[in-house]
């Protein structure tokens, strides 16, 4: 049996006027399909227009649940990634009927967690980190222009951090027809204690990693987030700022 201590916040932050990014946190009322589905954790940062952000990022929490457990299919990695193709066909589907959506896209970073098991599925700039044996470590990979640039040895990692174009990402639920979709065929096998993040670049941008593991190691999930999206706002708290907070004991 596994044990899951679980707890999210969002934040608008101190500048922005709005808060675009969503959360979703879901467990299936009964039994049954707890065995069959698990645990849905989802992360979504919107962005475009001066509404489309928040239209987009809470439709694809949305589709993404009520698509996630009706499917029939079982492998969950599938599901998921069905469940992502939804969502970016209804946000465009939206967008068109609606001017004022134009251009509107998300981020969306979904896990589930099923017998031991742990399943993901990824698009943008959003992430997931997990920690483990004391080691933190990002188990999704940004979907912006500066990590490619890093992953292609153009441009450091601290020369990313004030990079004019930062902001930018290249994948995301909206954007375009068909998209390209990280969802691991082959799931985590989940260890006593591990905790895993999933969090929007709000916190990401301005707590480094090191500070996310000595607050992840200290706390519960309620008070590990709260302590993150309080560090970020004390920083400036210069975007929306989301965090959902994974702990899981095996008993
Ligand atoms: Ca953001």
Do not use: W
Request: net charge neutral.
């Amino acid at each position: 049996m596994i044990q899951i201590d679980a707890a999210s916040l969002t934040d608008t932050g101190q500048l922005r006027e709005t808060n675009e990014d969503s959360l979703g946190a879901f467990r299936p009322a009964n039994r049954r399909e707890m065995k069959r589905k698990g645990r849905l954790f989802i992360v979504a940062d919107g962005m475009g227009g001066h509404r489309g952000g928040e239209v987009a990022s809470k439709m694809a929490v949305e589709t993404i649940r009520s698509y996630y457990y009706s499917s029939k299919e079982k492998d969950p990695s599938i599901a998921l990634a069905g469940a992502f193709e939804k969502a970016n066909r209804l946000i465009r589907e939206k967008a068109r009927e609606d001017e004022s959506l134009l251009g509107m896209g998300t981020t969306c970073t979904a896990m589930v967690v099923l017998k031991k098991k742990i399943y993901f599925a990824h698009v943008g700039d959003s992430r997931a980190y997990l920690l483990r044996d004391g080691k933190l470590e990002q188990i999704t990979q940004d979907h912006s222009l500066v990590a490619e640039m890093i992953r292609s040895g153009v441009l450091s990692r601290e020369e990313a951090r004030s990079h004019p174009q930062r902001n930018v990402i290249t994948r995301s639920l909206g954007a375009q027809d068909s998209i390209q979709i990280d969802a691991p065929s082959s799931p985590g096998r989940i260890q006593d204690g591990d905790v895993f993040l999933l969090c929007s670049d709000g916190l990401t941008n301005l707590v480094s990693d090191e500070e996310i593991k000595s607050i992840l190691e200290g706390a519960s999930a309620s008070e590990a987030s709260a302590q993150l999206v309080d560090l970020a706002n004390e920083r400036g708290g210069a975007d929306n700022i989301s965090v959902q907070v994974v702990k899981v004991q095996k008993t």
